[in-house]
């Protein structure tokens, strides 16, 4: 089965910084959108990036801007988020997830998430 | 971009049917057909249920169906089954390269 492995979670102090890592099993992600999506507790789901297909450009919720950053390694087979100046609302499960069909916006793929804690 | 709007929570008896609303605007929901639905059951990651409004995944049951009318989408779930007991949530494409989710659903298999 294709899997996706998020790694990278942890607890974190206000204004410190974090880099999850998202590897994949038997799925090849370059040339398929990739996205994370997370869950504060007890909370909805919440859009945070997407790099697209070619992994040329990259997308990010207001909430984020500026601060994330998304990337991809076609070598290692891994996306990357790379965290900066986090707060205590980015408290929250963090799911990578793959989209695979022909469509947009709709990830068909995920990962068992990764907690971070942001507190101080 | 706010959250599109969906009831807390909804609930029916085996075999009936249930349909869960996902409102939103011109800017979302109202302009484009990407409206995505996705079942999450407790500790678990999401599951894709229904993408472009209408269709389903592979392997998905085909009681799931969606539809949209104006700004609100629609997921239906008919001859509901214990497993369908989950919380649901809708998203749709908001334009700017931007995704925004509904709130969520939580739905009880009485």
């Known amino acids: 089965d294709v899997q996706l492995l998020e790694s990278g979670g942890g607890l974190v102090q206000p204004g410190g910084s974090l880099r999850l890592s998202c590897g994949a099993s038997?799925?090849?992600?370059?040339?398929?959108?990739m996205s994370w999506v997370r869950q504060a507790p007890g909370k909805g789901l919440d859009w945070v990036s997407t790099i697209n297909t070619s992994g040329r450009s990259s997308y990010y919720a207001d909430s984020v801007k500026g601060r994330f950053t998304l990337s991809r390694d076609i070598s290692k087979n891994t996306l990357y988020l790379q965290m900066n100046s986090l707060r205590a609302e980015d408290t929250a499960v963090y799911y990578c997830?793959?989209?695979?069909?022909?469509?947009?916006?709709?990830?068909?793929?995920w990962g068992q998430g990764t907690v971070v804690t942001v507190s101080s | 971009q706010s959250a599109l709007t969906q009831p807390p929570s909804a609930s029916g008896s085996p075999g009936q049917s249930l349909t869960i609303s996902c409102t939103g605007s011109s800017g979302d929901v109202g302009t484009y057909n990407y409206v995505s639905w996705y079942q999450q059951h407790p500790g678990k990651a999401p599951k894709l249920m229904i993408y472009e409004v209408t269709k389903r995944p592979s392997g998905v049951p085909d009681r799931f169906s969606g539809s949209k009318s104006g700004n609100t989408a629609s997921l239906t779930v008919s001859g509901l089954q214990a497993e369908d007991e989950a919380d649901y949530y809708c998203s749709s494409s908001a334009g700017s390269n931007n995704l925004v989710f509904g709130g969520g659903t939580s739905v009880t298999v009485l």
């Open positions: 997830a793959a989209r695979t069909l022909v469509t947009s916006w709709a990830f068909d793929i």
């Open positions: 038997r799925f090849t992600l370059g040339g398929h959108a």
